[in-house]
């Protein structure tokens, strides 16, 4: 956590640095980035933060990489915005090397999900592990989509910054949910006669991020494309999570991924991440072909 505390030390101070790229697409971004590492803090203060010798090394894995990640795009906005371009393309090749391991973090909570599930060591995971099986991989998914366009298309500064700009949203619904359930009213989970409310809120969390997504869609149009992307995701993670949590072919997965040894789960995310890393470095540096016969300006 140390790192991500001075990531977001620098973004701030560049922040307040003279000069500004008037240029750049989504200038209000560093704001959005900066209350999701809000939310990050405060919903996982009680269950993560506060119990940091407490937990599985798997949230550890996950939670100093996701908040490494979120701060590295915060910072990564605002050096592009105050026109620090070698700093951005910096800070964007420290991202081929921390992207591996954001997607092994997401293996890891799966992996607890799945060995909780067979193990039936706690309940929550027992209700909803089918749920949060398909959450945690349309998640991935999405992930391995976002950056591999965001490297393909790193010289178009609308598609490359949104779909780095995507990537946050899609940890801001697990925190919220648990914010709400903290004690909002209608989502409050006073006991296990409670447990009902979680996916109903995190299905609650997700309909917000719609809004916003729908928000910059209308402000954006057709520039937004990577937000719309998203949001076919997230409407993905909505329907089934809701619907397909009990079906019966999540069973064996569940088993499967359970008694897997869990750096073996590990390191299948981490190797779907370096993958995705090197195509999308890669991708990105073709040049698109002249068609014949077209004239040098």
Known sequence: MFLAGLLVNAAFMLWHAPG???????????????FVLAVIAVGFWPSYFAKWTEVPWQFHAHGVA??????????????????????????????LLLFPFLIAGFAGIIDVTAKGYVEANDPVRVMFAGSFLIGMAIAIAAYLTFYYRALKHRRKVWLHSGYMLVTPLFLFESPFSRILNMGAPGFTIRGPEDFGLILTSIEFSMALELMFILAVCWKYRNKALPFMVAAGFIVAQMITMLLLGDWSALKPILFLIGTTPSWGVWLSGFGAGALTAWAGWNRGKQRPAVPVGAVAA
């Open 66 to 95: 996701a908040t490494l990640w979120v701060s590295l795009v915060l910072l990564q906005s605002i050096a592009v915005h105050k026109d620090r371009l070698p700093l951005h393309r910096t800070v964007g090749k420290v991202s």
């Open 20 to 34: 500004e790229n008037l240029l750049m697409p989504y200038r209000r971004a560093p704001y959005y980035v900066l």
